[in-house]
């Protein structure tokens, strides 16, 4: 898809319908729905004639086909993996965030990373487990001695919040294993860094990427997890993030390595920790992150 296909700003007026497209049947399912609330309410106060899609609505291929933009408020697969935006694209209806093969790409955790990396972004090992692997004590004491404790066992192609775990030695990494692989997630294993979480937008203005000031994550437990992300209590964000000015720039200027390396469109965010001594590695880019109010701010 060309790279002027897709919304890179919204309708510059208020006369077209613009169709927040949201819930889908992914686990992030009842964040999104949410997510695509606060976004029509957001638009409906600006002046423009929304309207919210369920596009697991038998009816939704029908009613799409009324709306002259899609903004996507939605995520997880068949949301964010580029396959929705295909199906857009073959409709002939514009929409809002990357094309399908950055779309692609960005949801394919491990691949993203390689692609980001070469990019010049600092990125983790990982190693990813096979179907075969997932039970083998072979596989287990390998993804140990290449990685060390502690690991974080995470889905490879979901959102950042379905399944991640924490595994501090063996037994708990056979465990998580064991428990995300029966819920049908494919997997790979990454060194847990116990440091600051932050997050960095990429927002494009005439095709021009720039960073946003980055946010710390402040959670309650190990991870900004599905649980955390619910519970207003265990969660809460500080923007602009304290860091040095150099960190600033140099975080700011990854995310933007990644946004470009990774062919993505109109907007993302990345993911980064920031280990104990200073350094930071980048996680993951989401290519539809959420756009939900808050008020959990430090």
Not at 34 to 52: E, M, Q, S
Not at 155 to 171: F, H, I, Y
Request: aromatic letters at 4%; glycine letters at 10%.
């Amino acid at each position: 898809m060309p790279r002027s296909a897709s919304v890179t700003a919204p309708i510059r007026h208020a006369a077209g319908v613009v169709g927040v497209l949201t819930g889908g049947a992914s686990h992030e399912r009842e964040r999104s729905l949410k997510t695509g609330a606060d976004v029509a309410r957001a638009l409906i106060a600006l002046g423009y004639r929304a309207r919210v899609l369920d596009t697991v609505d038998p009816a939704f291929v029908e009613k799409v086909r009324t709306v002259d933009v899609a903004l996507l408020a939605l995520a997880g697969r068949r949301a964010e993996d580029g396959t929705l935006q295909g199906f857009l694209e073959t409709m002939g209806i514009p929409y809002t965030g990357s094309g399908v093969r950055a779309s692609a790409l960005a949801m394919d955790k491990p691949t993203a990373k390689t692609v980001a990396g070469a990019a010049g972004v600092p990125v983790l090992a990982d190693v990813l487990v096979s179907d075969t692997e997932a039970a083998d004590t072979a596989a287990d004491e390998g993804i140990l001695a290449r990685l060390g404790v502690p690991v974080i066992v995470k889905a490879r192609d979901e959102g950042s919040s379905v399944g991640p775990a924490v595994a501090r030695d063996r037994m708990r990494l056979v465990q998580a294993l064991e428990d995300l692989r029966g819920a049908g997630h494919a997997l790979f294993v990454e060194p847990f860094v116990e440091g600051r979480m932050v997050t960095v937008g990429v927002l494009e203005t005439d095709l021009v990427p720039s960073s946003l000031p980055a946010t710390e994550v402040f959670v309650v437990g190990d991870f900004y997890d599905r649980t955390a992300k619910a519970g207003p209590d265990l969660h809460s964000f500080g923007c602009p993030a304290d860091l040095p000015d150099v960190t600033a720039l140099e975080i700011g200027e990854a995310a933007r390595r990644a946004h470009l390396a990774l062919g993505c469109s109109s907007h993302s965010r990345s993911d980064f920790v920031i280990a104990p001594d200073g350094r930071f590695h980048w996680l993951e880019l989401n290519t539809l992150p959420a756009l939900r109010r808050t008020a959990h701010s430090r």
